[in-house]
């Protein structure tokens, strides 16, 4: 269960910092390719289990 919490914990953390860095790119603070860089240094810290790399950024 611990495993699965922590799976989910970072996968939480994740999508939180992901929304954070969308938010950004949205006002104009970053470009989308910087949004793109920001989103391989994200998942190598947190390891998702699902990415937005899958999806539209």
């Not at 603070?29 to 793109?36: A, E, G, P, V």
Request: aromatic share 8%; charged share 40%; glycine share 2%.
């Amino acid at each position: 269960m611990e495993m699965a919490d922590d799976k989910q914990k970072r996968q939480v953390d994740y999508l939180i910092s992901m929304a954070l860095m969308k938010e950004m790119k949205d006002e104009g603070i970053i470009s989308k390719d910087s949004l793109i860089v920001a989103e391989e240094v994200i998942a190598s810290k947190f390891k998702p289990y699902c990415r937005y790399k899958d999806f539209e950024l």
